[in-house]
């Protein structure tokens, strides 16, 4: 039980154009989820909190009007990166909390996205 | 505000020998802490967590991790490392009170097996 995926896994875009991460639990719903961001050799670091039907709440220094989040349902957020630079390339990660439970956090398998 | 060290890096051991890696914690209240692995371009598998019950926390794999409020630690060790063992280890702090239950992620410790 308590499965995250993500789609899609890899995806590579022209600079300048809009990608969608999809974040989805399978078998729980997540009234929270998470984005974190990886770069390589480096750890993870939260981006933003999702909560469904409410608007994220972005941590200082990463701006909303780029990184726009979804979280329309109990089991699917979304990532949009608009407006892609070569900086952007990165390993983005999500998470998501069960309803239930105050700390388990379950991650995706993360999404490497790069821009040429 | 809470924060994490994990005080190595990279760490070398030889198949069948012990494992440990070392973590210390910031918090201003009680704590959770975790352990997580990663292998190369995969998402994050949780090892084990503590969460105020018993201090020796048997996780998954063969791994445990001992916390020690008076250190402020939170090592994660393994008697007999396997190759399937290589790969990047996360210690992890999260605390409701004061963090909101935002999870927040030690810099990550490279584990290489050799055989």
């Known amino acids: 039980g308590a499965v995250v995926s993500q789609h899609p896994s890899w995806v590579i875009c022209k600079s300048g154009t809009s990608v969608k991460i999809e974040c989805r639990s399978l078998d729980f719903q997540a009234t929270t989820m998470f984005w974190y961001r990886q770069f390589p050799k480096q750890s993870l670091m939260l981006m933003a909190t999702?909560?469904?039907?409410?608007?994220?709440?972005?941590e200082q220094g990463v701006e909303k009007d780029k990184f726009l989040i979804n979280h329309a349902s109990l089991t699917l957020s979304t990532l949009t990166v608009t407006s892609a630079h070569p900086e952007d390339s990165s390993f983005y990660i999500c998470?998501?909390?069960?309803?239930?439970?105050?700390?388990?956090?379950?991650f995706g398998p993360g999404t490497r996205l790069l821009v040429l | 505000a809470q924060s994490v060290t994990q005080l190595d890096s990279h760490v070398s051991v030889s198949e069948g020998t012990p494992v440990l890696l070392r973590c210390n914690y910031s918090s201003s209240y009680s704590p959770s802490l975790f352990w997580y692995v990663q292998h190369p371009n995969k998402g994050l598998q949780l090892l084990l967590k503590y969460t105020s019950a018993a201090t020796l926390v048997k996780g998954i794999n063969g791994f445990e991790a001992e916390f020690k409020k008076s250190e402020t630690s939170f090592h994660l060790t393994k008697p007999s490392a396997h190759m399937s063992d290589a790969a990047e280890y996360f210690c992890v702090v999260s605390d409701l009170r004061a963090a909101g239950n935002k999870l927040t992620f030690g810099g990550g410790t490279r584990v290489l097996v050799k055989p």
């Open positions: 999702s909560n469904e039907g409410s608007k994220a709440t972005y």
């Open positions: 998470s998501a909390r069960p309803g239930t439970a105050q700390e388990t956090q379950y």
